[in-house]
């Protein structure tokens, strides 16, 4: 069954640039079913989608976030990747990376989630 | 954006009754509904998509209902293991995909 997992820093300096990696297992990022996305929780917080990219590549972002975020997909590794640019304390949250199936709209299977924290 | 209202914020019930959550959408989004459980430390897991059809391994306590923009979760004998937080996502009109604040089902 499909896995995927999170990994990248767990603290980044304000300004900077947030980095995260999620490694698919189980399956290919190579689908035509799915986009592979990631979502995040700030701490005590409800869930905030963040963006996804496809596996030909293509992307979509949330628009709170678009003009700092970029994600990508790197199929020869099966994995695909976040940058958030110029963070601040209020992106200090725990990012998930997840599969989303295209048509019945569902994030399965989640990752553990990671902490990445905002500080100097 | 299609905002997304969870209520109640807590619900507090007994093991063995039925509990009922409720999500509300700003905009008729079909059966475009998906909820969600998550307990502390862990990540959210996927419960009922397209509104009412339970996902794979999901118990049949867990049912789904509702169109449009009113939406129900009942739990038909609350066991221990659902004491959590239920989160219902919308996919109707996006980006973005917008997910509801949380009901937190916690023990009586």
């Known amino acids: 069954q499909v896995q995927v997992q999170e990994s990248g820093p767990g603290l980044v300096k304000p300004s900077e640039t947030l980095a995260l990696t999620c490694t698919v297992s189980?399956?290919?990022?190579?689908?035509?079913?799915?986009?592979w996305s990631w979502i995040r929780q700030s701490p005590g917080k409800g869930l905030e989608w963040i963006g996804y990219v496809s596996y030909d590549g293509t992307s979509n972002r949330n628009p709170s976030l678009k003009d700092r975020l970029s994600v990508s997909l790197d199929t020869p590794n099966n994995q695909f990747s976040l940058k958030l640019s110029s963070v601040t304390a209020a992106d200090t949250a725990i990012y998930y990376c997840?599969?989303?199936?295209?048509?019945?709209?569902?994030?399965?299977?989640w990752g553990q989630g990671i902490l990445a924290t905002v500080s100097s | 954006e299609v905002v997304m209202t969870q209520s109640p914020v807590t619900l507090s019930v007994s093991p063995g009754e039925r509990a009922t959550l409720s999500c509300r959408a700003s905009q008729s989004i079909g059966s475009h509904l998906v909820w969600y459980q998550q307990k502390p430390g862990q990540a959210p897991r996927l419960l009922i998509h397209g509104a009412s059809t339970r996902a794979s391994g999901i118990p049949a306590r867990f049912s789904g209902s509702g169109s449009g923009t009113e939406f129900t979760l009942t739990i038909s004998s609350l066991q221990s293991e659902d004491f959590a937080v239920y989160y219902c996502?919308?996919?109707?009109?996006?980006?973005?995909?917008?997910f509801g604040g949380g009901t937190k089902v916690e023990i009586k």
């Open positions: 997840a599969r989303y199936h295209r048509v019945q709209g569902w994030f399965d299977p």
């Open positions: 189980g399956g290919s990022v190579n689908s035509g079913d799915y986009y």
């Open positions: 996502q919308q996919y109707d009109h996006w980006p973005p995909l917008t």
